[in-house]
């Protein structure tokens, strides 16, 4: 290769003599075979937004942000999907307003955690799966997909058939349950080619269903008036009063259902959509501020909105009994009032039995209004899901398909399931489900967040982004926290089964899954400078000799090489 020769890295970025990459102060020559042979790896998106310069306000400039606005909002759709909407409406319901403390804290630590995913995605020029499919092994590669792509069903069951039971309600159940996934998977289809018309109009539209969102679900919060001073005490004092163990899985739930694994891969994709020079390192630090405040703005939004729902069921259901519902149902001549037992115990309910409570409380308005808010979240959250997998299974496969084919693929393993539930199960019994599913999610959450931490902690592809001490503690204390919870979460489920060979299976399956966590934290740890776990016949990571990553690590033959402690 001649000394003039531009180069390219693995998400096609051009680098010419003379510019010092981001990633890596000193790169060794590649060979002109290898250059040629390497296939740009190509992003979901056909355009990239371009940056304007604003050189009167250098520090910080609104055009600038408004220009790196779309991703974070895109992200924080998944901070609003159908299962994070029946977690609020239960945890008002069994806790009043006394968990908000847990939901603003999860939402906070989610912020963090996407901030490490976008700065993957900024500073390298790859997103999560890529990373992924280049760094691990291949047993452990295809072994990581395949639970990510588990979490991606799961939440796209809860995403579709939330939208589903919207459709419903709208109707006045005249469409079923399969009838409404149909339709979610047909106009699914329809939006998702419309960023052929400009990406920006398509983050509009995601704009558009935020706002829905906001409208519907604050119409119910002033329907309904909660008391201020409940809500403000329930959201910044962490206390319980008089909580047990129904309030203590629910504030478990929250967190499971706030921090969803398919978000991370999705995050750092979302960011490869920007035109940022990451051989400028002033432009890659630009980017990873920008869109920090992009992300803390987006998920505010998300947490007012997830706060109208937790207070909305807090104020108006908080302690009521299924006779007192059945009789007001009842005395308002809805044919929803069978729903509920005339007994005493405590009110139970899931998206579809919230909006019939609330109908019966507050008038047919309210019903309907909540059935428009959650179409709204599950058709943005669908729509956001389908992404992910297509990031995920084309990072981690490496794909070259047409779209068309891709979106085909990935539409039908995650619809499959979900057509079947759909078909076989009833509209008003689908709560056991929905807590199968966010088990099942909960179960996945390592195999997002410890990959993230572990590459955003390894200098050869962060070089000066890498996180500093400070952020890998926090970072492992957080991710050790949020699976340790869901892990508890799991294992409260899992008790309930009652059944010998339920425990048998489980039994197995979890020292299969611990095996692999083991591995994953192992490889953590060796990236966050615990040197002596590093031992045996393992590759440095981030060292490997991929020549994917040319652009990011040093190549010379030391580095590439097996070594033992």
Not at 96 to 108: C, E, M, P, S
Not at 151 to 161: L, P
Not at 314 to 343: D, I, M, T, W
Request: one cysteine or more; hydrophobic letters at 45%.
């Amino acid at each position: 290769m001649s000394e003039n020769h531009p180069i390219k890295n693995a998400s096609g970025d051009r680098v010419r003599n003379g510019e010092v990459d981001v990633l890596t102060s000193t790169y060794s020559s590649i060979p002109a075979e290898l250059e040629s042979s390497e296939e740009p790896f190509a992003t979901y998106f056909d355009e990239k937004v371009p940056i304007p310069e604003d050189e009167k306000y250098p520090r910080f400039s609104f055009r600038k942000l408004w220009a790196f606005t779309g991703p974070g909002f895109l992200m924080s759709i998944a901070y609003l999907d159908p299962g994070n909407i029946e977690s609020d409406l239960q945890s008002g319901a069994v806790a009043g307003f006394k968990l908000l403390w847990v939901l603003l804290t999860a939402t906070v630590i989610g912020l963090l955690l996407q901030r490490l995913a976008a700065r993957l995605g900024v500073v390298t020029g790859l997103h999560l799966a890529e990373v992924c499919n280049r760094q691990y092994p291949k047993v452990p590669r295809i072994f990581l997909w395949l639970m990510v792509e588990l979490a991606i069903i799961g939440s796209d069951m809860q995403e579709v058939i939330g939208s589903a039971i919207a459709i419903n309600l709208l109707s006045v159940g005249v469409i079923p349950l399969w009838g409404g996934v149909l339709i979610t998977i047909i106009d699914t289809f329809v939006f998702l080619f419309l960023d052929k018309y400009g990406l920006r109009k398509l983050e509009a539209l995601f704009g558009f269903l935020i706002t829905i969102m906001a409208v519907t679900f604050g119409y119910e919060y002033v329907r309904v008036r909660p008391n201020q001073g409940e809500l403000l005490k329930g959201m910044f004092v962490p206390y319980c009063q008089g909580c047990g163990p129904p309030q203590l899985e629910q504030a478990v739930g929250i967190v499971g259902a706030v921090i969803m694994p398919h978000n991370m891969y999705l995050h750092s994709a979302l960011v490869k959509s920007r035109e940022v020079n990451r051989a400028n390192k002033k432009e890659v630090r630009e980017a990873n501020k920008y869109f920090f405040i992009e992300s803390s703005i987006a998920l505010f939004v998300s947490f007012i909105i997830n706060v109208f729902v937790v207070s909305v069921f807090a104020e108006a259901f908080f302690g009521r009994s299924n006779s007192q519902v059945y009789e007001v149902c009842k005395n308002n001549s809805s044919p929803h009032s069978k729903l509920f037992p005339n007994n005493n115990e405590t009110l139970e309910v899931d998206i579809y039995k919230g909006g019939v409570v609330l109908g019966c409380y507050f008038g047919p308005a309210a019903l309907y209004i909540w059935a428009v808010g959650i179409l709204a979240a599950g058709q943005s959250s669908t729509m956001t899901g389908t992404y992910s997998g297509q990031f995920v299974m084309e990072g981690f496969l490496n794909l070259k398909w047409s779209r068309f084919k891709r979106v085909i693929l990935t539409r039908s393993i995650a619809i499959t399931p979900t057509l079947l539930v759909a078909i076989f199960q009833d509209v008003e019994h689908l709560t056991g489900m929905n807590d199968f599913l966010n088990v099942l999610q909960s179960l996945q959450l390592p195999f997002a967040l410890i990959p993230i931490l572990t590459f955003t902690s390894l200098r050869p592809l962060m070089n000066d982004f890498v996180n500093g001490i400070g952020w890998k503690i926090a970072g492992g204390v957080l991710i050790l926290l949020i699976c340790s919870i869901n892990m508890y979460f799991v294992i409260v489920y899992v008790s309930a089964l009652g059944h010998v060979a339920l425990y048998v299976g489980a039994a197995i399956l979890s020292i299969v899954y611990l095996c692999f966590v083991a591995y994953l934290t192992w490889q953590c740890l060796v990236a966050l400078g615990v040197s002596f776990l590093e031992c045996g016949q393992t590759y440095h990571l981030g060292l490997n000799s991929h020549t994917d990553l040319f652009l990011l690590n040093n190549l010379d033959a030391d580095d590439s090489t097996m070594n033992t402690c």
